[in-house]
């Protein structure tokens, strides 16, 4: 069975700051990482993905997440943050028969100016 | 595409009672996921369909939860005889096949309150 552990509930931060949130997940076998993220008031969103290939992957909007088999971790990095990134973010796993994703509890990122 | 929609959006029910939710996926999405999600917690599996067959129940999903998807579209959840542990965000979600390939559309989910 998979598992998701993200390690920070809130991450406060100001406006240009970057920030990073923690994700670490656990797996006996191979494993598709997700993150997404749901904006006040609105349904969960893909944020990115890491199916295979290059270990950094980068979404649209400026954040990027490595994944590091070793330290089994998948954390989401932003160099500058926005008001506008507020939001919660969950980091998710899907087994490689990807019938199901299992969540984290979810960090929540409050952008200050 | 539309988006997944849900209804009702927020359901207040007294325990005891039976409450029964849709969810309407994207058109031509093969696969549905129905998700519960409480407070402080991120989404937990409880069961999806593959077109109109239930292929993964979560153990979550006790025998007073029945889901259905009649002729591949949309879907019903049904909680029977509610209790105040139930009280939760009830989201869906659809897809175009596994997880690992496509992306999951997220409903705005259906807010169970049991009083």
């Known amino acids: 069975a998979q598992s998701v552990t993200q390690l920070d509930s809130q991450v406060p931060v100001f406006e240009e700051a970057p920030v990073e949130l923690r994700c670490n997940y656990s797996?006996?076998?191979?494993?598709?990482l997700f993150w997404y993220v749901q904006y006040p008031n609105q349904g969960l969103q893909l944020l990115l993905k890491?199916?295979?290939?290059?270990?950094l992957v980068e979404s649209i909007n400026g954040f990027e997440a490595e994944f590091n088999k070793s330290q089994t971790s998948f954390h989401l990095r932003k160099p500058s943050v926005h008001i506008s990134d507020t939001a919660e973010y969950f980091c998710?796993?899907?087994?490689?028969?990807?019938?199901?994703?299992?969540f984290g509890a979810g960090t929540i990122l409050r952008v200050k100016s | 595409d539309t988006g997944v929609s849900q209804n009702p959006r927020h359901k207040i029910t007294k325990r005891g009672q039976n409450v029964t939710f849709r969810c309407d996926p994207i058109?031509?999405?093969?696969?549905l996921y129905w998700y519960r999600q409480t407070l402080g917690q991120g989404p937990e599996f409880l069961t999806y369909?593959?077109?109109?067959?239930?292929?993964?129940k979560s153990r979550l999903l006790s025998d007073r939860f029945s889901a259905e998807r009649p002729k591949g579209s949309f879907s019903t959840l049904e909680i029977q005889r509610t209790e105040q542990g139930d009280s939760a965000m009830y989201l869906c979600?659809?897809?175009?096949?596994?997880?690992?390939?496509?992306?999951?559309?997220f409903g705005p989910g259906t807010r169970l309150t049991v009083t």
């Open positions: 979600a659809s897809s175009r096949g596994l997880a690992a390939t496509y992306e999951q559309y």
């Open positions: 797996s006996s076998v191979s494993v598709y």
């Open positions: 890491y199916l295979s290939g290059s270990t």
């Open positions: 998710a796993v899907s087994d490689n028969y990807g019938n199901k994703l299992v």
């Open positions: 058109s031509e999405h093969n696969r």
């Open positions: 369909f593959q077109n109109e067959a239930q292929l993964e």
